[in-house]
């Protein structure tokens, strides 16, 4: 019914329209990138053709105090 009060004000649009599909975009962008992640298996196989003998790779899963895993992380240190 917003169209048809008057006098609409760009307020009225912004309040109305705009800002509550923010929420959608972030909620889609999210399940978007989920699809891009490699798994612990992707990421070895990747690593796995660098030859380089100046660094350790280090690639182990992440887990958070409690022990619930939360993801894994790669480390290059100097040797």
Known sequence: MTPFVK??????????Y???IIPLFYAWDGQA??????TFSDVEHLLKDIKNDTY????????????KKLGYYILGLPK
Request: hydrophobic share 40%; aromatic share 12%.
């Open 56 to 67: 350790l790779w280090e690639i182990k899963k992440a887990k958070k105090d409690n022990g």
């Open 18 to 20: 705009i800002i509550p």
């Open 33 to 38: 990138s989920t699809m891009r992640t490699y």
């Open 7 to 16: 006098p609409l004000t760009w307020q009225q649009i912004v309040f109305t």
